[in-house]
Nanobody, 112 residues
């Protein structure tokens, strides 16, 4: 099993920035960020491997940066130029032995 704990969410004005963190209880090769807006399905945001390979959803490309500190089993999401449509609960996700694990989520609210 693995435990995931997100933090760093909050209320910010459009154009502002936030940095999310996700601490894992184990070192996991591939880690992902997802988000779920009210009334919408959960959507994938970004992915990072332990080697630093990254990829992003088109809606956040160029504005969000995913990174990690393997020594701390921690993944980050730097979110810049935030838009109201980025408002959502943000979750970190890993797969371990064929099972998906999720954190409890952290709320990000972007006001216009």
């Amino acid at each position: 099993q693995v435990q995931l704990v997100e933090s760093g969410g909050g209320l910010v004005q459009a154009g502002g920035s936030l940095r999310l963190s996700c601490v894992a209880s184990l070192n996991i090769n591939v880690m992902r960020w997802y988000r779920q807006a009210p009334g919408k399905q959960r959507e994938w945001v970004a992915i990072i491997t332990s080697g630093g390979t990254t990829n992003y959803a088109g809606s956040v490309q160029g504005r969000f940066t995913i990174s990690r500190d393997n020594a701390k089993n921690t993944m980050y999401l730097q979110m810049n130029s935030l838009k109201p449509e980025d408002t959502a609960v943000y979750y970190c996700n890993v797969l371990l032995d064929g099972r998906a694990y999720w954190g409890q989520g952290t709320q990000v609210t972007v006001s216009s």
